[in-house]
C-alpha cells in the first residue's frame, strides 16, 4: 500500500486516490487555435515511462476530491512530493 | 536433440527418468548474429522458432536477462481466445488461436492446450446487446461464437451461482467454445526447445545494457555478458519496451502497469471451462492440477514493480466469490504480479522503428500470452523481410500519429482504462 500526504486531508492509502495521468501529458499548450500538431499528437500519445520518479496527476477521488501533482518512483513506490495542482496541471 | 516420444518416454521410466537430456543447449554467446531477439520470454522464443522453421534463418540469438519463463509468459492466467470486434485484432488473434491448435504437434512438446471454451458472462441487457454484436461480428468473420442463455448457462456451470439472489445476477453469456487455456511454461520451454533443435542460441542471463547505433542503424548490443553484433535485431520485452527502445532514443506510446493474478490450494475438477466477467473485470479458470486461477484489473497506477498490493488481491476474492459461493473456504496459495505495456489504444505495437535494423514486438497491454504463437509468426515475417507482415502491419508505431488507431474498448489515449 502507498501512502500519499494529502495536502488537505493528511496521509491516506492510495486507494482514496485516482491516477489521471502522467504530469508529462498535460496540456501545455500555448499557441491558442494554432498548436505545433506533432507537439501535440506526442504529448497525448507518447511517455517517457523511464525507471524512476514521476510527476503524475493524481485526485483524491474517495476524500476532498482535491487535485494532486505527485512525485512518484514507479519502480519503489516511493512518494517525494505531493502537492496541490497548480494553475496549468488541468488533465 | 532427439524427438519426444512415447517410446521414449517408456524407455527413460526403465532408468527412473533419471537420464533426460537436457532441453535447450546452453550455449555461449557469439561475436556476431543475422538476427538478435532481445528478450526470451514466449514472444521472443515463437519469433525465433519461426525465423528458422518458416523462413531459414538459423543464425539467431535470443537474449534473456532473467531466465526462460521467468517474466511475463509465466506470470498470465494462460487464457486464449479470439473474441475480438476489431477487424484487425480479430484477423490476428483469430490466426493465432488457429497456430494454438496444431501447436503441441509442431513443437513436439505437450502445451497441453484445452479448448474448453470461453465465456463472457452478461449482467445486463446492454452487456447482452454488446455481447451479441460481437458474436454477430464473430461470426462475420469466420470466428465460432454463441449467445447462450442462463439456463443453458447454469448447466454447463452449475457452480456458477446463476440465482436471481445473485450479487451480480447473470442473464446469460457469449461463449467462445474454441477458447480455452494452454500450459503457459510449457509454451516457453517447448519455443525454446524447437528453436534451439533448429540452431537458435538462447542465451540466459544475458542483459542487454546498451544498443550501438551507427548512422542511424542498429550494428550491435552491449550485454552483460560482452558485446554482441546484429545484423537485425528484434525487441519482444512487453512491460519493459519503453526503457529497451530508450536505449535506441526512442519514445513509445506506452505506460506501464500492473497486473495481479492468483491462485487457490488445488480441489478437485469442478470447473471445467473459462468464465469472464467483463463487468467486474474477473476471469476464472481451474488448471489442471486443480487450482482455482483468479485474475483481475490492473492497479490502475503505473509501476514496473512486478508486485501488487493487497486491496486488489481482496477485490479479486470478492468478484470470484460473486461469481461462485461455494469457493468461500478456498485458501489462496499464491499471488503474483507481472508488468504490462499498456498502449494509448489498447492494441499491440508491431513492426519497424526510426532505427534502421530495429524492430519492435510489444505493447501487448494484458493480452499478450494468446498472442504468442501469431505474434512470433508474424514477427518472425517481419524481421527475414525487413518490413511490416500484413497481418500485423496495422499495429505500426505511426499509427497514432497517423489516425489509424484500433481502440477496441473505445477508451482513447488513457492507458489505465483499457
Redesign the interface.
Known sequence: MQLFNCPWCGPRAHIEFTYIRDHQSVSTRGNGDDPDVQQELDRIYLRSNHLGPHQEIWQHSAGCRGWLRITRNNLTHEVEDCLPCQHGDAP | MRPYSALRLLGNAFSGHKNWPRAWRDPEPAKQYDVVIVGGGGHGLATAYYLAKNHGIKNVAVLEKGYIGGGNTGRNTTIIRSDYYQEENSRFYEFSLKLWEGLSEDLNFNIMVSQRGSLQLAHDEGQWSSLSRLANRMRVNGIDAQMISRDELSRLVPILDCSDEARFPVLGAMRQGRGGTARHDAVAWGYARAADRLGVDIIQNCEVQAMEIVNNRVVALNTSRGRIGAGTVGMAVAGHS??VA?MAGL??????HMLQAMVSEPLKPVLDTVVMAGALHAYVSQTDKGEIVMGSDLE??????QRG???RIEQIAQETLALFPSFSRLRLMRTWGGVNDMT?DGAPVIGHTPVDGLFINGGWCYGGFKATPGSGWAFAETLANQRPAELIAPYSLER??TGHTIDESGHG????AQ
Open positions: 519503453s526503457h530508450a519514445t513509445l506510446p506506452i505506460e506501464t490502475f497506477y503505473p509501476s514496473y514493480a498490493n493487497l486491496p494509448m497514432f500519429f489515449p488513457i492507458p489505465q
